[in-house]
Structure formats: C-alpha cells, structure tokens
C-alpha cells in the first residue's frame, strides 16, 4: 500500500502542533507498520519521496528512519532502502553452541562462507585472552568465516583452535562441517563451556562492506573462549554480529 499525499498532509496538518516534524514522519510510518498497511518486507517509499509527500528536509526524515531502524521496525538494506523488519525475529547465538547447531533446525537458510581458510600461524601477540607460554609455542590454527540467514550477512566469525596435532584435522574443510560437530564426531571432543565478553563497537570500513551495512553502524562484537572435554584443548572466537534485521538471544524463534 503506498501513502497518499493527501493522508500525508492531513496527518501532519494534525500533529504539527503536538509533535517535531520527524516525529510525524516516524509515527506515521509506525502506525502504518502496526496496523499492516505495511507488512514485512515491504520496502517504504524512497528518501526522496517521503521528503515529497511531507514536504520536510531530508535531515527530517533521515531522523524518522533511524528511530524506526533503533526500534526494529524497519532495517536498511544497501542499494533498496528502508525494509519492514519481523520484529519477533531472534538468533540464539548467545549460547555457547556453534553457530551452525543453534540454527539446524530453524526454518532459515543459512550459509557459511570462508572467507579465510583454515591454516596453521602463530598467537597473534595482541591476542584478546591471555595464553600460557607453553601453549602459546604450539601455534594455532586460524579460520575466517561469514555466517548468513537467508542470504543476509549476519556474522563475521574469526577462530583460533589449539593446535594440539589432531588426526586428520588438516584435511578438513568447513565450508559445510560444522566445526564443532567435526570436532565432536571425529575427535570426541566436546565443547562444554564459554566464557564470554560482549560489548558494542562501531563498524569499520572493511566490516560494513562483508556484512552489507553503513560504516560507523554498530555492531555486536563477541570474544570468547570455549572450554572442552579436553583440559589441554582450547578455542577463541571473535564474532562480529550485524543486529539490524535480527536480534541476538539465548533461544531462536
């Protein structure tokens, strides 16, 4: 359903008095969202056209927007716009399970893509957790993907694994192996533990460019260290989670 000019006048002729300018534009478009005038993703009418149809300045309605998006009510998507967002749409990526196990068995198509396949190098001296000499020695293997839902990046994941000469470990890709279910089936090794620091960042250039975002967006960045059935084996991620279409909890729905 597209707005009519004449509803537009109407409803700002209407609150103009009550309401800044932007704050018509979002309570307008909300109200459209809320009653089903628009549904999920349909995609709201252009920058440009809303400025038309409410005869406001950009700046007005960018404002509009970017209170909608911080509600959940609507995402951006590079080159479309502004899309209705599902506002019961959640990932249960705060659980300690892999990013794969958490989301097997929902009904989203998910995609894991390598970005940097895994190989052998050394502790990055700058490492985000403490590592013991005798480990540090070792070196690790390193593992660069990114996780999407339904053909939307979602994740930027960077793994460290101890390298503690697995059988066999080298020759496994993980493109379409769930790292933990490998490690689990192959090697009985069973992650059974996460410690977990969260905090949110702003998103760099290189990072807005891989999860489909405006740089400077924020996003949720993730460290963590998995503790196993093994006391000697060890794994770190660092994950990078683009929360403007999903947000991120304990359980998916």
């Not at 190989?119 to 700058?126: G, M, R, S, T, V």
């Not at 503690?164 to 890709?173: E, P, Q, R, V």
Request: positive net charge.
């Amino acid at each position: 359903m597209y707005i009519q000019v004449e509803d537009c006048k109407l409803f700002l002729k209407y609150l103009a008095m009550k309401a800044p300018r932007y704050k018509v534009v979002y309570e307008f478009l909300k109200k459209n969202i809320i009653t089903g005038n628009y549904v999920e993703g349909h995609l709201l009418p252009s920058e440009n056209e809303l400025c038309a149809k409410f005869e406001v300045t950009r700046p007005t309605v960018r404002q509009a927007l970017n209170a909608l998006v911080q509600e959940k009510y609507i995402y951006k998507h590079r080159g479309k716009g502004s899309i209705v967002a599902n506002q019961q749409r959640t990932l249960g990526l705060l659980s300690f399970k892999g990013f794969t196990e958490v989301l097997s068995n929902s009904e989203q198509t998910i995609e894991t893509r390598i970005l940097e396949s895994k190989h052998l190098q050394d502790w990055p001296e700058d490492f985000f957790y403490p590592i013991p000499k005798n480990l540090r020695n070792s070196g690790c293997y390193f593992l660069k993907r990114l996780r999407c839902v339904n053909q939307e990046p979602v994740m930027l994941e960077y793994t460290w694994i101890l390298d503690i000469n697995l059988d066999g470990f080298d020759a496994i890709s993980f493109e379409n192996n769930s790292l933990f279910g490998t490690l689990a089936s192959k090697f009985h090794v069973e992650v059974t533990s996460v410690d977990q620091q969260i905090k949110a960042i702003q998103a760099d250039k290189q990072q807005a460019h891989m999860l489909q975002m405006e740089e400077k967006s924020a996003l949720l960045h993730i460290y963590r260290k998995y503790g196993t059935s093994r006391n000697d084996f060890f794994l770190f991620s660092s994950l990078l989670c683009n929360t403007s279409n999903y947000a991120i909890g304990n359980v998916f729905s």
